[in-house]
């Protein structure tokens, strides 16, 4: 028969010792009731057969002829076990009655298939005895085979799901290079699969000693960072996850280990056990360090371009200013000299740019903080945006309190937060379009949202839309200019403010919203908020060159 091994039949056993009668607790006479029998048999959803081995007559109870697909009615001998068993283990059925009836008081047991009268494919478990018995010494042989017959088909389905779990466990864990380990705390026992052995260096078996895992193999400078960590996992419980250098045993070569793992209590005996999965990333840290190295010469290259832009423009707007005086009231000369000013301080702008991000990767920017009023910083936002929004005949509208709204912060670090996201509203809005700033103040922070009626920001590029270099939606043909570092450079002045911004868009064509949102008390203090416990009423609407109501700047 096709059966594992923990289901394969077994070679007749010795009988269990039979009941004794003088035992006041438990009488023959009360099993041997047959409403008794026929009650727990019929609980159990046991068949009951008998089989004569030598006239081959066989009985069978409804239930045996229901596991085995024969009608109640319908007439069986011996050949009818062999015609509903399936094929592939009929001979092995036969060998092991033969066996038990060389071997007569024994207890046979097996698991074999067959079909219902529906042509299902069952399993069935034999569990029985010889109890007729002819001949002596070695010709001694059984003549009758009586006992019990059970439905394991979902016991043996539960067992085929769990060996097919097992193998694509398997599978998974050797293509991913896995290993697993138990680590029983109270015996100090440990166990590894052959992966773990490989990807320590150690021949199997080398790591059968009681001791912890984190001796020897592991590096002297992250035994104690790996030792806390299961420290803080037995106390809190859950799940770890763990970085750390091994030393191989068998080259000496350090490899990067990475490893999850989690508590259990075992039921069995109650031992607390540690269980997990390890795997190499030694090629994943050589790249995460390449790719800090080459990170880091690129904030050097920006720095040195940023620079080395700079230089000229001094000379250059000195040149600009000798022109003009030069040139007199000379229109065309104007025109000219107007389109270069222009340009020199998109270029002017830019740099400033480029060096503030390459100061922030570098860790060398410094904020200035003092008690300020939120609502100067986007006035003055404004007014330098303005001349932007006026080329563009676009309309920009200020919603502000009327009570300053204070905060400590960086002055000039917000008014180019501010600055720049209005400045990127304005480009990626048609001539036109209304742009708006707005400012609220809570107890503890306070909220700046820069919206627009623009071209608006593609669902799955909102995520991207603050990484340096990102231009979103741009295309050759239909760039909007600048490099792509406004935003970037807007996000991490407000990181530095402890404070957070967001980017917000219904689609291509639906306009976006910037929300800036900044506590009020000291970044990085002590937590102490220096405005206002009580929001200011919102004031009227101030347009981007000052006054009352929204107007357009033409």
Do not use: C
Not at 283 to 290: F, L, S, T, V
Not at 440 to 469: C, S
């Amino acid at each position: 028969m096709s059966v594992p091994p923990a289901g394969s039949p077994s070679k007749p056993r010795p009988a269990p010792a039979a009941p004794d009668a003088s035992d006041p607790v438990a009488p023959a006479d009360r099993w041997s009731d047959p409403l008794r029998l026929r009650t727990a048999i019929d609980s159990a959803g046991l068949g009951l057969f008998d089989l004569d081995l030598v006239t081959g007559a066989l009985e069978w109870t409804a239930r045996t002829r229901e596991l085995h697909g024969v009608p109640p009615d319908a007439a069986i001998d011996r050949t009818t076990l062999s015609q509903r068993v399936h094929p592939e283990d009929v001979e092995p059925m036969r060998e092991l009655i033969a066996q038990a009836a060389r071997e007569p008081g024994g207890i046979v047991e097996a698991e074999y298939r067959t079909f219902d009268a529906d042509g299902k494919l069952r399993w069935v478990a034999v569990r029985g005895q010889m109890a007729g018995v002819e001949g002596e010494g070695e010709a001694r042989r059984g003549t009758r085979f009586v006992g019990t017959a059970q439905d394991v088909t979902a016991r043996r389905d539960i067992e085929r799901q769990l060996d097919e779990e097992h193998a694509w466990l398997t599978l998974a864990l050797e293509a991913g290079q896995m290993g697993i380990w138990e680590w029983n705390f109270r015996t100090g026992e440990r166990r590894w699969n052959a992966a773990m052995y490989a990807l320590y260096g150690v021949p199997p078996g080398g790591m059968t000693r009681q001791r912890p895992p984190y001796v020897e193999e592991i590096l002297a400078e992250d035994a104690p960072r790996l030792q806390e960590e299961v420290k803080r996992l037995r106390a809190r419980g859950g799940a770890s996850q763990v970085e750390f250098r091994v030393r191989r045993r068998d080259d000496g070569r350090v490899r990067w280990i990475s490893s999850r793992g989690v508590i259990r209590i075992d039921p069995s005996d109650g031992s607390e056990r540690m269980f997990g999965v390890s795997y190499d990333i030694t090629d994943r840290k050589a790249n995460e360090q390449r790719l800090i190295e080459a990170d880091r010469r690129k904030d050097e290259f920006l720095a040195m371009l940023a620079h080395e832009l700079r230089n000229p423009l001094a000379p250059l707007t000195y040149a600009h200013r000798l022109l003009a005086r030069l040139m007199g009231t000379d229109p065309q000369a104007a025109h000219a000299l107007q389109i270069a000013e222009r340009q020199a301080a998109q270029l002017r702008h830019l740099v400033d740019d480029l060096l503030e991000v390459a100061r922030i990767n570098r860790g060398r920017i410094e904020l200035h903080p003092q008690p300020m009023d939120a609502r100067q910083a986007v006035r003055d936002a404004a007014e330098a945006v303005l001349p932007l929004v006026q080329e563009r005949r676009q309309s920009l509208a200020q919603h502000l309190p009327d009570e300053p709204v204070e905060l400590v912060a960086d002055p000039l670090r917000i008014a180019q937060v501010l600055h720049n996201l209005l400045h990127n509203a304005s480009k990626y809005t048609p001539e036109g379009g209304r742009l708006r700033i707005e400012l609220d103040a809570r107890a503890a922070e306070i909220e700046l949202r820069v919206t627009d009626d623009g071209v608006g920001i593609e669902a799955e590029q909102l995520g991207i839309v603050f990484d340096l270099f990102t231009q979103v939606g741009a295309t050759l043909d239909r760039s909007q200019g600048g490099l792509g570092i406004g935003l970037a450079l807007v996000k991490r002045l407000v990181e530095l403010h402890g404070g957070s911004v967001v980017a917000a868009s219904e689609g291509r064509g639906q306009g976006a919203t910037f929300t800036v949102r900044l506590p009020r008390q000291k970044p990085h203090g002590d937590g102490t908020g220096t405005g206002p416990a009580a929001s200011p009423a919102m004031g009227p609407t101030l347009a981007a060159g000052g006054g009352t109501g929204e107007a357009a700047a033409s």
